[in-house]
């Protein structure tokens, strides 16, 4: 059955919506209820560890399931000019690693390098561009934001959410590489990646609600 473009505008707009509201939510509650996790020093992906790991896997595949259909309905609304291609392909290599980074499990965090297995270095190739990526994408739809009437209504929030993006990014950069001092950033670190998502998927929420707000 073939749905009309506004159907599809509508459904798509919803998978940005509830993409980064179901990943957030569903991490934040496994966090808080795992049996010895404790979120504001442990990875998002370490939630994949152990029995219970099922959870975030499922999660993970669920947030780049919905990603991709976003993409899909972007794509379809930024047909040419800025942003057109370019977008499109950037947020489908992001929800790319994120169905990669379900199956693809990371080690725990005390494996030494040596001992790595190929799923975690694989996962962590994939959170790596993750990273470059998210700040990255908000900037090059802001390009488009910038100088389209339609969506100038939406270019504060994104060059805003663009630029704590960006910081928040170098600075779980600074903290994962160690640092000066190595023990600066100890017993922070989950809060700090957390800190490092929330703009992106803040983003994309708001970027989901203006899509569906849109009008023939």
Do not use: C
């Amino acid at each position: 059955m073939r749905i009309s473009a506004n159907t599809f505008r509508k459904l798509t707009a919803w998978a940005g919506i509830l993409a980064p509201v179901l990943f957030v939510g569903i991490f934040t509650v496994e966090g808080l209820i795992r049996p010895g996790y404790d979120p504001a020093n442990s990875f998002i992906s370490a939630l994949s560890l152990g029995p219970r790991g099922w959870i975030q896997i499922i999660n993970f595949l669920l947030l780049g399931g919905l990603l991709l259909a976003f993409s899909r309905g972007i794509a379809a609304e930024f047909q040419t000019g800025k942003a057109s291609r370019a977008g499109k392909l950037l947020l489908m290599i992001l929800a790319a690693l994120f169905l990669i980074s379900g199956p693809f499990v990371m080690d725990p965090a005390d494996t030494l390098p040596a001992q790595m297995s190929v799923h975690g270095v694989i996962h962590g190739l994939a959170g790596g561009f993750v990273f470059l990526l998210m700040p990255v994408i908000i900037f090059v739809y802001g390009r488009r934001f910038r100088e389209d009437p339609r969506w100038q209504s939406f270019w504060g929030w994104t060059l805003a959410l663009g630029v704590v993006e960006a910081l928040a990014v170098m600075v779980f950069v600074f903290a994962s590489k160690g640092a000066a001092v190595p023990d600066m950033f100890a017993g922070w670190m989950g809060l700090i990646q957390r800190s490092a998502l929330i703009p992106f998927f803040f983003w994309v929420f708001l970027f989901g609600l203006k899509l569906l707000g849109k009008k023939e």
